[in-house]
T-cell receptor
Framework: QQKVQQSPESLIVPEGGMASLNCTFS?????YFWWYRQHSGEGPKALM?????GDKKEGRFTAHLNKASLHVSLHIKDSQPSDSALYFC???????????FGDGTQLVVKP | GPKVLQIPSHQIIDMGQMVTLNCDPV?????FYWYKQILGQQMEFLVN????????KSKLFKDQFSVERPDGSYFTLKIQPTALEDSAVYFC???????????FGPGTRLTVL
């Protein structure tokens, strides 16, 4: 069974700083990768997806995927207090299949 | 953006009772999912449903669980009978066919006493 592990468990960064979140997965057949963000009391919402090796940048957010090393990461530049949330790495083997979630990284951005 | 609705937001019941959690998925979505989250931690897949059938279920989807979507109405998760360990937040999600992103509802917090 797919194992998805995230580090760190929690992260505190100053406003304007860089936050780096890491994720490893175990199934080499994995094809689809997302970062979901969940604010307290809400459901998770997809932040960005990455399906090919390399970097994908959307505004202040950059995702990196290396399938060979079974690793995906998310970097948040110029972090804002509104970025404070629980971030999940999510992995799927096929479209419309189950998503395997990591344990989450709790990000706190201090003003 | 597209919204998934869940009713009720919070349900408290006694152990052994039946409970039905309701989900109103995004209108043109065809795939539906239930996930379970305990104490704001890991989200765990329960089941996915397409074209009136369960496609895949995890070991968390016990025999006491069932899902259905009668006549295009709510997608429901029924637990009968409930157990203490069923206390959690249950999230419904939906996706388009061929699309990869799952849209999640706000969750139903189930408390079994």
């Amino acid at each position: 069974q797919q194992k998805v592990q995230q580090s760190p468990e929690s992260l505190i960064v100053p406003e304007g700083g860089m936050a780096s979140l890491n994720c490893t997965f175990s199934d080499r057949n994995s094809q689809y990768f997302w970062w979901y963000r969940q604010h307290s009391g809400e459901g998770p919402k997809a932040l960005m997806s990455i399906f090919s090796n390399g970097d994908k940048k959307e505004g202040r957010f950059t995702a990196h995927l290396n399938k060979a090393s079974l690793h995906v990461s998310l970097h948040i530049k110029d972090s804002q207090p509104s970025d404070s949330a629980l971030y999940f790495c999510a992995v799927s083997i096929n479209s419309n299949n189950r998503i395997f979630f990591g344990d989450g990284t709790q990000l706190v951005v201090k003003p | 953006g597209p919204k998934v609705l869940q009713i009720p937001s919070h349900q408290i019941i006694d152990m052994g009772q039946m409970v039905t959690l309701n989900c109103d998925p995004v209108s043109n979505h065809l795939y539906f999912y239930w996930y379970k989250q305990i104490l704001g931690q890991q989200m765990e897949f329960l089941v996915n449903f397409y074209n009136g059938k369960v496609m895949e279920k995890s070991k968390l989807f016990k025999d006491q669980f069932s899902v259905e979507r009668p006549d295009g109405s709510y997608f429901t998760l029924k637990i009968q009978p409930t157990a203490l360990e069923d206390s959690a937040v249950y999230f419904c999600a939906s996706s388009l066919e061929g699309q990869y992103e799952q849209y999640f509802g706000p969750g139903t917090r189930l408390t079994v006493l």
